[in-house]
């Protein structure tokens, strides 16, 4: 089946600095990515829709010069959290587009 | 505005059937998907159905009526492992995005 990678898979950051982090598919080519973060009990929230060559769709009300996204390649996106705050401490997680979603393990980041 | 209603929480006994109900109302529909979520791991996909009728696979069938906007997700031979969070979500949307529900808890005991 198809295999989608997060880099890094956990992450502890002071208030105020940046994180990056990487969703891969591994064994296939992925015009379109999507972004999810998840609260602790709650469900998943959609974040942004990563498009290969093309910048990215954010839903409303979140912040795209907070949550850079870039999908350099049809294996790659990236999103990194700029100037990262407590509030942003989530489980961040990515899915690749094929004929069905596939999701990556996830990332959580915990601010400082 | 899309919405998306399931249940928060279940409990059922090992070796019973349960029955998981999901209703929706979104501004567009491509299909509907049911993934299960361990804590702390990403979901995985069970099912996935976009016509009318109900698809079987081992211990798990969904159901889905599309003109009342509802679907169910069935677990049969309920075993400690399918202790876990059961996400149903509505494809939407020109670039085909997933919408989800807060997810049900369900706990299975001895």
């Known amino acids: 089946g198809a295999v989608v990678s997060q880099h890094p898979s956990w992450v502890i950051c002071k208030s105020g600095t940046s994180v990056k982090i990487e969703c891969r598919s591994l064994?296939?080519?992925?015009?379109?990515m999507f972004w999810y973060r998840q609260f602790p009990k709650q469900s998943l929230m959609l974040m942004a829709t990563?498009?290969?060559?093309?910048?990215?769709?954010?839903e409303q009300g979140v912040e795209k010069d907070k949550f850079l996204i870039n999908h350099a390649s049809l294996t790659l996106s990236t999103l990194t959290v700029t100037s990262a705050h407590p509030e942003d401490s989530s489980f961040y997680i990515c899915?690749?587009?094929?004929?069905?979603?596939?999701f990556g393990p996830g990332t959580r980041l915990t601010v400082l | 505005g899309q919405n998306i209603d399931q249940p928060t929480e279940m409990t059922a006994t090992e070796g019973a059937i349960v029955q998981i109900n999901c209703t929706y109302q979104?501004?567009?529909?491509?299909?509907l998907f049911w993934y299960q979520q361990h804590a702390g791991e990403a979901p995985t996909f069970l099912s996935y159905?976009?016509?009318?009728g109900l698809e079987e696979k081992g211990r798990f069938s969904s159901f889905l009526s599309r003109s009342k906007g509802y679907s169910y997700l069935l677990l049969k031979e309920l075993q400690m492992k399918d202790s876990a969070s059961y996400l149903c979500?509505?494809?939407?949307?020109?670039?085909?995005?997933?919408?989800f529900g807060a997810g049900t808890r369900l706990a299975v005991h001895p």
């Open positions: 899915s690749a587009d094929t004929d069905t979603q596939y």
């Open positions: 064994d296939f080519q992925a015009t379109t």
């Open positions: 990563s498009n290969e060559g093309s910048k990215a769709t954010y």
């Open positions: 979104t501004s567009g529909f491509n299909g």
């Open positions: 159905n976009v016509l009318d």
């Open positions: 979500a509505v494809l939407s949307g020109g670039y085909n995005k997933l919408i």
